[in-house]
């Protein structure tokens, strides 16, 4: 008995290092959640607003509630490379929950319009800063094994937050909902309280105990060669002294544009193929297509049931998931759904209303595991020196997209009617997914330090010997 308890212990302990990354990305998926919510808040607050009588609605600031967010976010991814990349990941997070937690008690607290803008305007900012601190936090510390899967899981989150906020915000009264969203970010802060910083950027500042010390913490004693690998280039980097001017000399490189230009298409693609904004006028969007035929709000559930599905399909699979042809794919699957879609409200044919779900469904599923394959390269084709800031600056380009999408949709489908905005969403889709199928490459299953050495690599670098290098003897 006493043996089988000491093997059961010594198991244990052997593999409380994944547990940390469980726990790693749990904290930064209950973030994502907490966007999902912020993102999705809109389709049911808006109605609560007008039917409210203690508050003094405005018809035309409803653009503005719902599209101040995605410009927030634009603004915080922008804060967010240069925090990431001074303060550390993981206190980056710290930094950020706190003010969104705050951000939900103000539109809590709101009785008029301005209240309520400057409280979606500070969860937007947080939401914007956290979404891609946390994602660089988590592609640092994970095994290259589980990277793709735990990359997958804050999108996967970003969709069940949009059904939360849909269920709550439909059940509950608008304020209650508000203290309510509160509990996702309050977990996270909890948790992370029980984790190391990132070691690559312990590593990247020098802080070479302190790094290895959290290498072991979150990967055990069984990855010394990558340790070895990242110990060599942090060591090359210090000999090197990379100044300010090296750094502007990486981001104003042909690699790095080239990495910012392939992001750029691809949140092109996830940004206006709809999918994001449909989260913000689901209920609108749908009974506009569907009329009467159809209960709108029961279809909101059951789409973004369908999302969350698809998400979780993608996180299952992401090992043996090729990322560039499921990119592809999905943009080629989404365009013809579209079309589909586009056909049937052009034609309106009788009795074949299920045609037209069907594709809606369709549409729903492909697009978001779009969504969820493009935010995952984010983290990865940028070199550490500049994750954080060109993480930040992606994510920025991505919710300035949403902005521009959020705040035109509705003024196209009430003008030109929706098949001109489905038909936009393919067009978009279709191009995007044509153009990144000969630029996007692919990074499942490879190591950070790998992608790093193969995109940004001089011409004639030979690649050094790392067998010799000795590791500190550093306990956890």
């Known amino acids: 008995m006493t043996n089988t308890l000491q093997v059961a212990a010594q198991k244990i302990t052997g593999s409380v290092h994944i547990y940390r990354q469980i726990l790693a990305v749990i904290a930064a998926s209950l973030q994502s959640l907490a966007g999902g919510i912020t993102f999705g808040f809109t389709t049911v607050l808006l109605p609560q607003l007008q039917a409210d009588p203690s508050y003094p609605y405005d018809k035309s600031l409803d653009s503005w509630i719902a599209s101040i967010s995605p410009l927030a976010m634009m603004m915080g991814s922008l804060l967010s490379g240069p925090m990431s990349d001074g303060i550390g990941r993981r206190l980056g997070q710290f930094v950020l929950i706190v003010p969104f937690t705050l ?30 601190n946390s994602i660089v936090y988590i592609a640092e510390l994970m095994d290259p094994k589980y990277r793709p899967m735990a990359l997958f899981c804050p ?8 059904l939360i906020s849909h269920t709550v915000g439909k059940y509950c009264y608008w304020k209650t909902s508000c203290f309510i969203f509160t509990v996702p970010t309050i977990i996270a802060f909890i948790i992370l309280l029980f984790l190391k910083e990132s070691p690559l950027w312990l590593l990247s500042k020098g802080k070479i105990d302190e790094g290895i010390e959290s290498f072991r913490h979150f990967r055990g004693n069984g990855d010394e060669k990558e340790l070895a690998t990242v110990l060599e280039k942090a060591k090359e980097r210090a000999d090197e002294n990379t100044t300010f001017k090296d750094i502007l000399n990486i981001i ?14 691809l949140f092109v693609g996830v940004q206006w193929c709809g999918i994001n904004t449909l989260s913000f006028y689901a209920e609108v969007i749908f009974q506009k297509t569907f009329g009467s035929d159809i209960d709108a709000f029961t279809l909101v559930l059951i789409t973004d049931s369908i999302r969350i599905s698809a998400s979780l ?4 699979f992401a090992k043996v998931l090729p990322r560039k042809i499921a990119f592809v794919t999905c943009c ?31 549409y729903i599923a492909m697009a978001s595991v779009l969504t969820c394959v493009s935010w995952s390269f984010v983290a990865e084709i940028y070199p550490s020196q500049v994750r ?5 600056l992606s994510s920025s380009i991505s919710f300035v997209l949403l902005f521009i999408s959020v705040k035109v949709t509705p003024e196209i489908m009430h003008k030109f009617g929706e098949e001109v905005m489905y038909a936009t969403f393919a067009v978009v ?23 790093e050495d193969d995109m940004y690599k001089k011409a004639g670098d030979v690649k050094k010997d790392i067998g010799m290098v000795t590791l500190p003897n550093v306990s956890v």
Not at 111 to 118: A, E, G
Not at 388 to 392: H, L, P, T, Y
Not at 430 to 448: A, K, M, Q, W
């Open 103 to 132: 951000g939900c008690i103000i539109m809590g607290l709101a009785t008029n319009n301005t209240v309520m803008l400057f409280g979606r305007f500070i969860t937007g900012l947080c939401t914007g800063a956290v979404r891609a």
């Open 155 to 162: 999108s996967a989150s970003i969709h069940i937050g949009v």
């Open 252 to 265: 104003f490189g042909k690699p790095f544009m080239k990495s910012l230009a392939t992001i750029f298409l």
């Open 313 to 316: 399909v993608v996180c299952i």
């Open 332 to 362: 080629l699957s989404t365009t013809l759904v579209l079309i589909g879609l586009i056909t049937y409200l052009y034609l309106k044919p009788v009795g074949l209303i299920w045609v037209a779900v069907t594709c809606m469904i369709i």
């Open 388 to 392: 954080g800031f060109g993480s930040g």
């Open 429 to 451: 889709t279709l191009v995007t997914g044509i153009s990144l199928s000969f630029v996007i490459p692919e990074t499942n299953g490879r190591s950070l330090q790998d992608i």
